[in-house]
């Protein structure tokens, strides 16, 4: 026997409330790790000319609007989603 069939054996099963929390919580990370990993593949690779120990205003400023675009674009595909789910 595995380690998950016995112990799934030993206690009830999840809820599906539970079940829910539990992948939300997850997407949400996916998430979180896929906003940091645009910001920083994009955002940071098309800004930032210079690496030095501070940003420039332009820099600045073309990060600002990079990630206000991706937060935008990322609701717009989450609404068009979720709505087409229902």
């Known amino acids: 026997m595995d380690g998950f069939s016995s112990s799934s054996s030993s206690s009830s099963p ?3 409330e539970a079940l829910m929390e539990n992948v939300k919580t997850q997407l ?23 690496p030095g120990s501070s940003l420039s205003g332009s820099e600045s400023s073309c990060i600002s609007r990079c990630v206000d675009r991706y937060i935008e ?13 229902h």
Do not use: M, N, V
């Not at 790790?33 to 593949?41: H, P």
């Not at 989450?78 to 087409?84: K, V």
């Open 73 to 85: 674009a990322t609701g717009i595909i989450s609404r068009a989603l979720f709505s087409s789910s």
């Open 28 to 50: 949400a990370q996916a998430y979180a790790e896929e906003f940091l990993e645009t910001i920083r593949g994009k955002c940071f690779d098309k800004c930032i000319t210079k």
């Open 14 to 16: 999840p809820s599906t």
